[in-house]
């Protein structure tokens, strides 16, 4: 019987086990070149033990940024700055992806450059608030993205890949869940457009289906890993009857031979199994569970063939050394929920390093 415990495959790179650190927004990286710190370096680091760590959201270009004090994959800084990050998680002996994320409608002018504004695929306006350096606004009216600004966007995506091998990822992972701007194509609610990237199922899931295969060319399959979230009404996102569209994402992307699929399982939970059916690679379940945390119970997943790897996301905050917790039983330290969904930016700080 096949455990958690045991080594996988990844693309090529074999994992000590398959337990997956989740990617977690932490805004730590101040300063006006949206760089990593020292910080990030040690954080991630401490969490080698995770067969692969999946990086906080990073920008793919001045325009994905969405959230104060994210950090950006476009520039040479950065990706010097990353190789501290990476080489810090090496040496622990882990690895590590970098997840690509632009946030599309989510965000604010007040955290772009002057004169921009954030962008969707239609101009259809999110209903809540963005954390901003001026503390909560309400989201404003995205600019509807041309098709020459489609065309960029994805050569955005390619180039932030390029840039995370140079900086010495082991892979990347496309943010195509909770409601960013891959999710936005990919919706009903955000996308009204009527030409060949919206209308029915083939047109929303382009810009997907684009981006895919742009950052393969780019860096390879073996080294591209994609999350998606059906049904996920996070960021104003509303998707009713999700199945028609992800299976057809996922019939499109499944020649590929991507590393990965990254399931963030919502409450159309019986779409699982097919989604798990169709995939013909790695099946990476970040379970359902709320309002509690991924806990224990869910290694059965891995033992009963519901998923190859398992995800875990604020326990490995509060756990540092969660794997080898997860293996000894315990204990655990329990994550304070209402500040890591905030992010640092609302007064997080890390939980000790190796505490009981």
Known sequence: M????????????????????APMTRSRAHGPGAEPTELMATYYAQRAGAGLIVTEGIQPSLLGQ??????????????????????????????????????GRIGHPSLLPDGLVPVG??????????????????????????????????????????????????????HGANGYLIHQFLAPNTNHRTDAWGGGTEGRI???????EAVTEAIGSDRVGLRISPGNQYNDISEDHPDEVY????????????????????????????????????????PFTYPDVTGP??????EDGSADMIAYGSLFLANPDLPRRLASGGPFNTADKATFYGGDHRGYTDYPTLSA
């Open 2 to 21: 096949t455990t958690a415990f045991d080594p996988i495959d990844l693309g090529g790179k074999r994992l000590a086990n398959r337990l997956v650190m």
């Open 66 to 103: 969405g959230y104060p004090d994210t950090p950006g994959l476009h520039t040479a800084g950065q990706v010097r700055a990353w190789r501290t990050v990476t080489d810090a998680v090496h040496r622990a002996g882990g690895a590590i992806y970098a997840q690509l994320m632009h946030t």
């Open 121 to 174: 695929p239609s101009a259809v306006t999110a209903k809540g608030q963005v954390f901003t350096h001026e503390g909560p606004k309400e989201f404003v009216a995205p600019k509807e993205l041309t098709e020459a600004e489609i065309r960029q966007t994805i050569a955005d995506f390619a180039d932030a890949a390029r840039n995370a091998v140079a900086a010495g990822f082991d892979g990347v992972e496309l």
């Open 206 to 212: 382009r810009f997907a289906v684009e981006v895919t």
């Open 247 to 286: 299976l057809a994402l996922l019939e499109r992307l499944a020649g590929l031979d991507l590393a990965y699929l990254h399931l963030m399982e919502g409450p159309h939970r019986d779409l699982t199994p097919r989604l798990r059916k169709v995939w013909p690679g790695t099946f990476v379940l970040n």
């Open 297 to 302: 119970d869910a290694l059965g997943l891995i």
